[in-house]
């Protein structure tokens, strides 16, 4: 993996996150956005030209790619170099979780 | 047809869009809805209720194939899009029963900041480089070339207009730039 994109990515935003995260299913942006909403409980609301500019990023970047259009709407996935990112991004989270709560976890 | 309309002329700059929107904003409520912008500067209104409605303009030039899904994607967020000039994009939404965060185009300070890019590299830059070229070829002439000294002064008059003209412009500009920066900034803080 290249030393840019890990360093662009890691740590990543919320909003970056959440995108990556839910691109493990083939998705266009509004449903990406509608899901985040619904998890996050209504709080993360990722605004369209935010998630315009981190789909084009992102995709640019080879962390997603495009897979058909419907319906005017741009459908994508996660890569195989997304994927990679995402668990490195899982694990730094993890740990986090794990040490602010005072367990002790080292894990890498 | 049938509504009066009205035209208006005010000038924002390359960084004074939220202006703009606000200055669209205060229109719409005052019963004057944006019809067109038929060019930089220049608004067509068309009388209508007044009501709450709030403009967003996104700059985000893309390929014409990107377009439509990017047009979709606002329209899916429940945006109106009225037109695009000069490379920014002017949608509207009503705001009356919208939560506050649902009224604005970007949530986060990055993308915010990603459009000032944006806005910096495809029209300041550009504009800079019109004005060094434009400095490096007539300077030289004007100051060494063989030119009546009438013509010259004329040229030299000319020149004194056009560097006030765009050294106002860059002042404008750079600060308007330097504190939306700084106000994304701090935004991202809080």
């Known amino acids: 993996?290249?030393?840019?994109?890990?360093?662009?990515?890691?740590?990543?935003?919320?909003?970056?996150?959440?995108?990556?995260?839910?691109?493990?299913?083939?998705?266009?942006?509004?449903?990406?956005?509608?899901?985040?909403?619904?998890?996050?409980?209504?709080?993360?609301?990722?605004?369209?030209?935010?998630?315009?500019?981190?789909?084009?990023?992102?995709?640019?970047?080879?962390?997603?790619?495009?897979?058909?259009?419907?319906?005017?709407?741009?459908?994508?996935?996660?890569?195989?170099?997304?994927?990679?990112?995402?668990?490195?991004?899982?694990?730094r989270i993890e740990r986090l979780y794990r040490n602010s709560k005072g367990e002790s976890y080292h894990g890498k | 047809m049938g509504n009066k309309r009205k035209k208006e002329s005010h000038l924002f700059m390359l960084t004074d869009y939220e202006k703009e929107e606000e200055f669209l904003h205060r229109r719409h409520r005052e019963g004057w809805?944006?019809?067109?912008?038929?060019?930089?500067?220049?608004?067509?209104?068309?009388?209508?209720?007044?009501?709450?409605?709030?403009?967003?303009?996104?700059?985000?030039?893309?390929?014409?194939?990107?377009?439509?899904?990017?047009?979709?994607?606002?329209?899916d967020y429940g945006w109106e899009y009225v037109q695009?000039?000069?490379?920014?994009?002017?949608?509207?939404?009503?705001?009356?029963?919208?939560?506050?965060?649902?009224?604005?185009i970007f949530s986060d300070a990055e993308s915010r900041i990603e459009m000032l890019k944006r806005i910096f590299v495809k029209r300041m830059l550009p504009l800079m480089l019109i004005f060094a070229v434009y400095m490096m070829t007539q300077l030289p002439y004007l100051l060494f070339g063989n030119v009546s000294s009438g013509v010259r002064e004329g040229l030299l008059g000319v020149m004194a207009a056009i560097v006030i003209l765009y050294v106002y412009i860059f002042l404008h500009c750079g600060i308007g730039f330097y504190q939306l920066k700084k106000k994304y900034r701090r935004g991202k803080e809080l």
Do not use: W
């Not at chain 1, 909003?15 to 985040?36: P, R, S």
């Open chain 2, 33 to 75: 809805r944006l019809l067109k912008v038929t060019l930089p500067g220049f608004y067509t209104f068309e009388k209508c209720e007044p009501e709450d409605v709030v403009y967003r303009l996104d700059f985000n030039p893309q390929n014409p194939g990107e377009k439509q899904s990017y047009l979709q994607m606002y329209a």
């Open chain 1, 1 to 91: 993996m290249e030393e840019r994109i890990k360093r662009v990515y890691i740590p990543m935003t919320e909003t970056g996150f959440y995108i990556l995260f839910c691109l493990q299913e083939e998705m266009h942006g509004y449903n990406v956005g509608k899901k985040v909403k619904e998890m996050t409980d209504g709080e993360i609301v990722i605004s369209p030209g935010t998630m315009y500019g981190s789909l084009s990023k992102m995709e640019k970047d080879g962390l997603i790619e495009f897979v058909r259009e419907a319906e005017k709407r741009k459908i994508y996935r996660i890569t195989e170099l997304g994927r990679q990112i995402l668990a490195l991004e899982q694990k």
């Open chain 2, 84 to 104: 695009d000039m000069n490379d920014y994009s002017y949608f509207r939404k009503k705001a009356e029963q919208v939560e506050e965060n649902e009224l604005e």
